[in-house]
């Protein structure tokens, strides 16, 4: 059992041979038990001389209590009590007695425990660990006219590196050429893979699907999405909850106070009720393995490890076990609307003909123009039209009209497509008046407009809109259903916009035309009544709020630095969903502690009855003890298989 990050257990001697050292906890093991069994049998049905059996029980000794006593000694000359401690002094203690069968026993059984232990919550951080498996190691360099195959610590940034269809991404970067699905569930958790183009980011440990890509490399390897998740979930895995903390503190203070005990009733038992030596000396044995608190000590830090990890497998960074146990305790959630709770995309909404105009006719001119632009508004255009299978021609004389719009020659004849200060105040055109009406619905509503002139006529108004997340509403459901009294949209955009998304998705609180500043102000607000707040939001403009609030969350951020280093919780894909899923883990990890809390300290006040009544002997407080840590850690490991 591991009460202080320091014990080494399971540490060989140097002077041995390699292969000894790699096998060190199984051939101590088999020593110890072995030695145990032929002594014991040996002794009592062989015939096998006191001496013989004395022998191996010492060799059983040996085996069973060098780790033991190797973690425990030293922290002892430091003035450091602790658990390994105790069984050290119990062994010693039944071995005074004479009792070596039951001392060679308790640290046979202690040591399989400690491997148990190990194995346990090696698995635990092996569902991370993992992780580093899917690193390539090599790459596939463009350099000149050849592909060169490098070690991708030797790759430099805005090297190309070409994918093959079936490999994994070697390297965080931007694919400059090809097109293809990737399967990003390492990194984000998307459950199916999602199409990538080129201006597309793609993350090293990513497999491609389809076809070959060229990827030009944006971080150096150690710098990369996948090796600073990693690197994050290890220091998550030293970031303690508070009710680990306290069961540390606990077991600290409580090992002390259980060898003064044991002290008391060794002395206290013969002279106030005349008992002989001996036996309140194995009395105080007893109690001195019914009273040490390895499931208590063990139990908290097992379920902490499992849910991190299992959220990692699954596309959510929890940046410790405070923050994991802060999750299940929210009352109120507060969300950034762009990018939290929208796609951050624009899509057009619709398409308006004006003076006779065929909506396609439309759209197929705007495109024509749009295609030339970089701007959002253009990319949601030109995309519909081509969903649409709209030929539009190539649009020349291209001109930015700045803060306007963009203007050009389509067919021969002028076009501007852009807001209405690209036209005047009051355009006097065919159709003005009803584009003013239909302009005047549609912001009313929240969308954004882009009016389509040609040769001076108006021939239609489309209308775009970041729209809510398709699975924005059922999310909000559950969240109310974990147990959030208070859903609040926390947004820079306009409030008819705001009302409009907080309609669609079942958000009554909205707090609209914040600056950064003023999203901190509210935070702090909500806060003031002792409620649990988290803060979802992009990483960026939310820094100050997620900084504040009880539980950061970053959404959507795939990896951002801003993210990774702000927010407590960063939800590696674009899923709002796993918000929710992470709230869920965080009571299932808080149930777990709680049985793993009542399972230890159920055991030990048993345990202790027992011993006070004598009714228990040393070898059966031996196997209770153990049997009881071992079941508290893969109690904690069900948090592994957790799913929402």
Known sequence: MKTKPDHKHGTAPRFLPHWVRDRWVALTLAVAGSSLIVGFFGETFLGLPASGALALYLLSYLAGGYDVARASLPALLRGKFDIDLLMVAAAAGAALLGEWADGAFLLFLFSLGHAGEHYAMDRARNAVGALGKLMPRTAFARRGERLQEVPVEALAVDEVVVVKPGERVPVDGVITAGESSIDQSAITGESVPVYRKPGDEVFAGTINQDNALDVRMTRLAGDNTLARVMQLVSEAQDNKSPTQRFTETFARRFVPAVLVGTAVVIVLLPLVFGWSWTASFYRGMVL????????????TPAAVLAGIAQAARRGVLIKGGVHLENLGNLETVALDKTGTLTTGRFSVTQVIGIAGTPRDEALRIAAAVEEQSSHPLAAAIVELAKERNIDFPTATEIENLAGKGIQAQVEGAKVVVGAMRAF???????????????????????????????????????????????????????????????????????ASVAHRVADQIGITDVRAELLPGDKLTVIRELQRGGDGVAMVGDGVNDAPALAAATVGVAMGAGGTAVALETAD?????????????????????????????????????????????????????????????????FNALRLLGWRE
């Open 424 to 494: 005047g105040a009051d355009p006097a055109a065919p159709g003005g008046q009803s584009l003013a009406e239909a302009i005047a619905q549609l912001e009313a509503d929240g969308q954004t407009t882009v009016i389509i002139q040609r040769a001076g006529e108006f021939i239609g108004v489309i209308a775009l809109a970041d729209e809510p997340r398709a699975l924005g509403k059922e999310v909000m459901q559950r969240l109310r259903g974990q147990g959030a009294e208070r859903l609040v949209m926390l947004t820079g955009d306009n």
């Open 288 to 299: 001195l393995v019914a009273a040490s608190p390895c499931a208590l000590a063990i139990g």
């Open 569 to 633: 919780v960063v939800l590696m894909g674009d899923d709002l969903g796993k918000l929710s899923f992470a709230i869920g883990l965080s009571r299932a990890s808080a149930r777990i502690i709680r049985q793993n809390l009542v399972i230890a300290l159920g055991v030990i006040l048993a345990l202790l009855l027992a011993s006070g009544f004598g009714v228990i002997p040393l070898s059966v407080a031996v196997v209770l003890h153990e049997g009881s840590t071992l079941v508290v850690v």
